[in-house]
């Protein structure tokens, strides 16, 4: 079979999401022609999307017994390595994909990917860095960088990096989302605000940028509208744990409303009776509601 042809095929089955289908085509093909070295990669790729991943990890090693340097089987490799958790050859055989087809950017992402998860962040910077020299115009690109620089706490090259990746992408809501983050954990309150609401014209849905308003409107001393913000976060979304908690500190520390803050508090209890924040605001709670009770004695004087 012409590899015009069963790729064509290849594409269709796959595009129809028929995962046996495709192994069955890729397995009949290397019956009569065992040697195919691109039929067998894809046959790798298939069997891993199928679940199969020992299946893959045979294959896989199959044609780097052949052919050691192909990328596309380290790079396959890598994958099953990865699900396996052996993380660390994974991240060889990554590498070593990478060496071999440095422009091949789903390499460049899956070690980016693993470094970060692995909390290497300077390494995984570095993955950014080269898929934005293949690609300067790569928003995720740019919003996984700024992830990494977040972690490392460098929070205004976190910031320009989301910035780039917004500018790219209009509609990058995580982008937005923790842009807004950095500026708040920066002190830009005003600033965050700015980029807050106009994410929210984007995405007025998201109840996570609703709550981030609110967060940010408290600190402002803004109570009144911080609490207009957080009952539209819940609008949304009724089971978040913080933003039941931010409203009720909102109601407890700045309105006085003990009986508000204690059933908010109570809300943020019934999602998750260990969130030890709520826990310990309700316990306050009911000790400010207890002391502006009359005393006994004062009870027993005046008759109360």
Same mark, same amino acid.
């Given at each position: 079979?012409?590899?015009a042809?069963? =790729?064509?095929?290849?594409?269709?089955?796959?595009y129809?999401?028929?995962?046996e289908?495709?192994?069955?085509?890729?397995?009949?093909?290397l019956? &009569?022609?065992?040697?195919?070295?691109?039929?067998?990669i894809?046959?790798?790729?298939?069997?891993f999307?199928?679940?199969? /991943?020992?299946?893959?990890?045979?294959?896989?090693?199959?044609?780097?017994? +052949?052919?050691?340097? &192909?990328?596309?089987?380290?790079?396959?490799?890598?994958?099953?390595?990865?699900?396996?958790?052996?993380?660390?050859?994974? /991240?060889?055989?990554?590498?070593?994909?990478?060496?071999?087809?440095?422009?091949?950017?789903?390499t460049?992402k #899956?070690?980016?990917? @693993?470094?970060?998860?692995?909390k290497?962040?300077?390494?995984a910077?570095?993955?950014?860095?080269?898929?934005? =020299?293949?690609? +300067?115009?790569?928003?995720?690109?740019?919003?996984?960088?700024?992830? +990494?620089?977040? @972690?490392?706490?460098? @929070?205004d090259?976190?910031?320009?990096?989301?910035?780039?990746?917004?500018?790219?992408?209009? $509609?990058?809501?995580?982008?937005?989302?923790?842009?807004?983050?950095v500026?708040?954990?920066?002190?830009?309150?005003?600033?965050?605000?700015?980029?807050?609401?106009?994410? %929210?014209?984007?995405?007025?849905?998201?109840?996570?940028?609703?709550? &981030?308003?609110?967060? @940010?409107?408290? =600190?402002?001393? *803004?109570?009144?509208?911080?609490?207009? #913000?957080?009952?539209?976060?819940?609008?949304?979304?009724?089971?978040?744990?913080?933003?039941?908690?931010?409203?009720?500190?909102?109601?407890?520390?700045?309105?006085? $409303?003990?009986?508000?803050?204690?059933?908010?508090?109570?809300?943020?209890?019934? /999602?998750?009776?260990?969130?030890?924040?709520?826990?310990?605001? *309700? /316990?306050g709670?009911?000790?400010?509601?207890?002391?502006?009770?009359?005393?006994?004695?004062?009870?027993? %004087?005046?008759?109360?």
């Amino acid at each position: 079979m012409a590899e015009a042809d069963w =790729r064509k095929r290849l594409a269709r089955l796959l595009y129809d999401g028929d995962l046996e289908g495709a192994a069955n085509l890729l397995e009949g093909g290397l019956r &009569n022609s065992p040697k195919n070295i691109p039929m067998k990669i894809e046959l790798g790729k298939v069997q891993f999307m199928h679940g199969d /991943i020992d299946g893959a990890r045979t294959t896989f090693e199959a044609v780097l017994m +052949s052919r050691p340097d &192909n990328a596309e089987a380290l790079k396959g490799k890598g994958d099953v390595l990865e699900v396996f958790g052996d993380y660390e050859d994974a /991240i060889k055989a990554y590498q070593m994909a990478t060496q071999r087809r440095p422009k091949d950017t789903e390499t460049w992402k #899956a070690l980016g990917v @693993l470094l970060t998860k692995l909390k290497k962040y300077g390494q995984a910077d570095k993955c950014w860095n080269a898929l934005l =020299r293949i690609n +300067s115009k790569d928003a995720e690109a740019w919003y996984n960088k700024g992830q +990494s620089l977040q @972690l490392l706490k460098k @929070l205004d090259d976190a910031g320009k990096c989301y910035e780039q990746a917004i500018a790219t992408q209009h $509609d990058f809501k995580e982008a937005h989302t923790d842009l807004v983050v950095v500026l708040m954990e920066g002190g830009k309150l005003e600033e965050a605000l700015q980029v807050c609401d106009h994410a %929210i014209e984007t995405h007025p849905k998201d109840d996570t940028l609703h709550r &981030n308003r609110g967060v @940010l409107l408290y =600190r402002l001393k *803004r109570p009144a509208e911080a609490l207009e #913000a957080f009952d539209n976060a819940l609008e949304i979304n009724a089971h978040v744990v913080d933003t039941w908690n931010n409203r009720g500190t909102v109601l407890w520390k700045t309105q006085s $409303d003990l009986p508000g803050a204690l059933e908010a508090f109570g809300k943020a209890l019934e /999602i998750n009776p260990n969130f030890k924040a709520a826990r310990d605001a *309700r /316990i306050g709670v009911l000790a400010d509601i207890e002391a502006q009770k009359p005393k006994g004695f004062l009870r027993r %004087i005046f008759g109360g």
